[in-house]
Every structure is written in structure tokens, then in C-alpha cells.
């Protein structure tokens, strides 16, 4: 009896040393990235605009209760000009999607992707009193990037107009991108046509950054791109005042460690950047940002931790600079 319980005990004992071991491998270890050559800072001036706000519309999330725990949703930004979505999280049909692929890529995004799933709606949670967000009023939705889990809550909202790269405008299209359900074909539907007008950067430097797009042409909203984890990602700055801004630079980085210790995605995660040398190269310009303008919160799209300290009341607040 004894001998049984002491094999029983030793069992269970490797097992969980091979899953913690599992874990640290996939998704914990990172590989150390070097530094990005020195780049000239651009600061920007910036005033306060009054009813400017950043709200946090989180619809998706997992391990909420620790340090690590991941997030997905969409940031609004209220404008006096018109509102702006970032990105929107997972679509709430993610299911019936995702169905059309193999059983292989689909248990991949069912056990990634999927693990973010909506609860409640993308516009449900925009309805919600705290926020009472009227989507008449939304102007526009930008992507960071076009993967499905920041493309696909376009699918429960209705038609917006969507900002764009061409770059990655041709990369949702692109059917080996589709053939690894990193974009959905059926999200395309909800993407400008091809022929369409793109974001198109100017030659004005920002921050680190050589090119810009100031979107409402008052400082507030300024996109970067950030070419890398897909070929037309881009980074969003919000200027709420001169000190409190947030930089959402999507799937750049997994979470702030990226960034803080300069080192790569997790193994588990690597595969979904399409150019990792160039990926790479964004997570050390990345840390340099950091160093140089410590105030700015740099928000990786899944990092639950980063959206926490720059939405202390959690999600469904918002946060202005007033
Ligand atoms: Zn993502």
C-alpha cells in the first residue's frame, strides 16, 4: 500500500515539474535581443484638448489574477471630431469562423487565439452605463494589425470605415496568411477594397519614429508604423496631455517584458510574426522608447498589466487628461 502511494506521489511530482518545465520553455523563457541603434528624439509638443478621453473596452481575457494574465478588446477614444476604435478583440462568431480550417490549425487558434474570446460583444460592452458609448459617434476603427484577434470584432459592429496600411490591407488579403488563420477570409468583408485610399505615412518624425500620421491634425492620435509582426503593423500614439499618454503598439511585444528587459516573444508565440528579424528590430527601438520617455505608457495589446496601471478603475473606464 505504501509502495503504491510513494509511486503515485513520485508520478505526480514529475508530472508537474514537466508542465512548469513546459511552461517555462513555451512561454516564459525569452531570448535576450540586442540594442537598437540610437535613434534621435523628436518630442512632440502637445496640448490638452478638452473632452478628449481613452476608454478600456476589454472583452476577452485569461489568468486575469496574475502578473501574466493576457487581455483583448479595444481601446476607444473619444474625440471632439469624431471617435476612434483601436483595434476590437476576438469576433463573438470566432467558432463558426475558425470551422473551415483543419483540425490541426484549428485546435492552434481555438487554444491561442481563442482562449479570448468575447463574453459579451464588442458593442454590448460600448452600450454598457459606464461608458454609454453612442457608435454613431465613432469616426473611425484603426487596426494595429489584422490577425484575426484584432479584426474580429469588426465582425459584430456595423460597417465603419477601417484605417489601414496598403501593406497590410494586401496582407488579410493574402491567401497564404489565410491558409494559417492568421487572417480570416471572412473578415475581409469588413476591410476598405483594395482600391481604396490607405493610411499613408509622412515624412515627419515622431518620438523615435521617422514617419508619421497625425490623424485628427491636432497631435492627439499619431500613428507609427511598426512593420514587423506583420508587413503593414502600425502603433498608436494617444496624447490625452503632456503626461499622460499611452502608446498601444499591438502585437509588437507579448507584454512589457519585451520591452523593460528587451528580449523576444515567447516560443509559443514566435510563429505568429511574419518577419522575426524585423520584429525584433521593433522590440529594441521599443526599449530604447522606453528609456528615453519613461512617462509613456507603452501598451502591448495583450498585456493586461500595462492596461492596469494606465486604467487604474479596470475595464469599462476611462481615462482623460483633464
Ligand atoms: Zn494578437
Redesign the pocket.
Known amino acids: 500500500m505504501l509502495r503504491v502511494l510513494r509511486i503515485f506521489v513520485q508520478s505526480l511530482f514529475i508530472l508537474i515539474a514537466m508542465v512548469a518545465a513546459s511552461l517555462y520553455f513555451l512561454y516564459f523563457r525569452r531570448a535576450p535581443l540586442p540594442a537598437a541603434p540610437p535613434h534621435a528624439l523628436v518630442a512632440p509638443a502637445i496640448s490638452t484638448i478638452p473632452g478628449l478621453a481613452a476608454c478600456w473596452i476589454e472583452t476577452g481575457k485569461t489568468f486575469s489574477n496574475f502578473s501574466f494574465g493576457s487581455t483583448?478588446g479595444s481601446i476607444l477614444v473619444r474625440h471632439p471630431a469624431g471617435d476612434l476604435l483601436i483595434d476590437t478583440g476576438n469576433s463573438s462568431h470566432f467558432a463558426e469562423e475558425i470551422s473551415v480550417y483543419p483540425f490541426w490549425t484549428r485546435l492552434k487558434l481555438k487554444s491561442l487565439?481563442g482562449e479570448?474570446n468575447p463574453k459579451v460583444p464588442l458593442p454590448d460592452l460600448l452600450r454598457r452605463r459606464s461608458i454609454d458609448e453612442d457608435l454613431a459617434k465613432v469616426r473611425w476603427v484603426i487596426l494595429?494589425?489584422v490577425?484575426?484577434?484584432?479584426a474580429g470584432g469588426l465582425m459584430d459592429l456595423p460597417q465603419m470605415p477601417v484605417l489601414l496600411t496598403r501593406e497590410e490591407l494586401q496582407f488579410a488579403n493574402d491567401p497564404e496568411a489565410q491558409a494559417k488563420g492568421f487572417t480570416i477570409a471572412a473578415h475581409t468583408q469588413k476591410f476598405p477594397p483594395a482600391s481604396a485610399p490607405t493610411l499613408k505615412f509622412d515624412a515627419t518624425p515622431y518620438e523615435t519614429f521617422d514617419e508619421s500620421i497625425d490623424l485628427y491634425k491636432d497631435g492627439s492620435v499619431v500613428v507609427v508604423p511598426l512593420r514587423g509582426h506583420t508587413p503593414g503593423s502600425v502603433g498608436i500614439f494617444v496624447n490625452l496631455s503632456p503626461t499622460r499618454r499611452l502608446f498601444y503598439v499591438?502585437?509588437a511585444v507579448d507584454d512589457e517584458r519585451g520591452f523593460e528587459e528587451r528580449v523576444g516573444k515567447s516560443l509559443i508565440l514566435q510563429d505568429?510574426d511574419n518577419d522575426m528579424a524585423l520584429a525584433n528590430q521593433i522590440t529594441g527601438r521599443l526599449s530604447e522608447l522606453h528609456e528615453k520617455v519613461p512617462g509613456l505608457a507603452i501598451i502591448p495589446?495583450?498585456g493586461r498589466s500595462a492596461y492596469k496601471k494606465f486604467f487604474p478603475g479596470g475595464p469599462l473606464t476611462c481615462v482623460s487628461g483633464q
Open positions: 483583448a487565439a479570448l494595429s494589425h490577425h484575426l484577434d484584432h499591438g502585437d505568429s495589446a495583450h
